[in-house]
């Protein structure tokens, strides 16, 4: 299976000046929405510990939140492990202005990461790559910025269940094999799994964890 080629014939496959212009902009303006954009999350959901559980050990690693939004993941982890050297990256400044202190935040895209390869011991994307548009320049990205032996995780929406909730027309969802393929390129271990909010509640096949190492 070709992924560049699948990926391209999305339409708006191109994330060009103004259509990234638009996507923050739409950001920026969501960032007041507390109710659909919230700054925290409850730490019991299964999210939040499947990533801490993927990445392991916290204490003295640099970690990467891609698209982090208003800081929500890495806040509960920087509660968890004081220790850990947090980093959040988003396209939306606004959005980035309630990331807590002690996070450090860089404004950009994730098709364009600003930060040296290998920079960090881990990276986690939750609800994030869906925005990015140009999906393996993305992932490519995250595996960059990721050290060899790093561990990345990526929590999105399956793309067999398109259409069960409001999308802007830039998102995509992917199926776990779609994106297993393009972590493969760069990983050396991936798998994926359907994940629900909660532990014990079956997953409805809404939410898919990518889970991969370097
Ligand atoms: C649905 S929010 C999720 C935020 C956060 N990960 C969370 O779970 O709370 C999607 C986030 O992705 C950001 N985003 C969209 N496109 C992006 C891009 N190309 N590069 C970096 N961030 C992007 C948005 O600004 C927004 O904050």
Redesign the pocket.
């Known amino acids: 299976m070709n992924w560049r080629r699948l990926f391209a014939k999305r339409p708006g496959a191109q ?1 060009t000046p103004e259509l990234r212009a638009r ?1 923050r902009t739409s ?1 920026d303006e969501a960032a007041g929405d507390e109710e659909h ?1 919230p700054s925290t999350i409850d730490p019991r959901i299964y999210h939040v510990k499947l990533i801490h559980d993927h990445l392991g050990n916290l204490a003295g690693r640099r970690v990467l939140d891609v ?4 800081g ?2 890495a806040r509960v982890f920087q509660q968890q492990e004081p220790r850990a050297e947090l980093w959040g ?4 400044q606004e ?1 980035l202005r309630y990331v807590p202190a002690g996070i450090h935040t860089r404004a950009g ?3 364009e990461l600003p930060f040296e390869d290998s920079y960090f011991d881990g990276a986690y994307a ?3 790559l869906e ?2 548009v140009e999906i393996d320049k993305a992932v490519s990205e995250i595996c960059r910025v990721v050290k060899p032996g790093g561990r990345i995780a990526i929590i999105d929406k399956n793309a067999e269940q398109w259409g069960r909730l409001h999308t802007p027309e830039w998102e995509k969802w992917f199926t776990r094999k779609e994106l297993e393929g393009l972590l493969r390129r760069h990983c050396r271990e991936v798998s994926s799994r359907f994940v629900s909010y909660w532990e014990d509640v079956e997953p409805d096949g809404l939410f898919v964890a990518w889970l991969a190492v370097k």
């Open positions: 994330l996507i950001f954009f698209g982090c939004g208003k929500r993941f990256l988003d396209i939306s959005m895209a994730m098709t939750t609800e994030s925005h990015a």
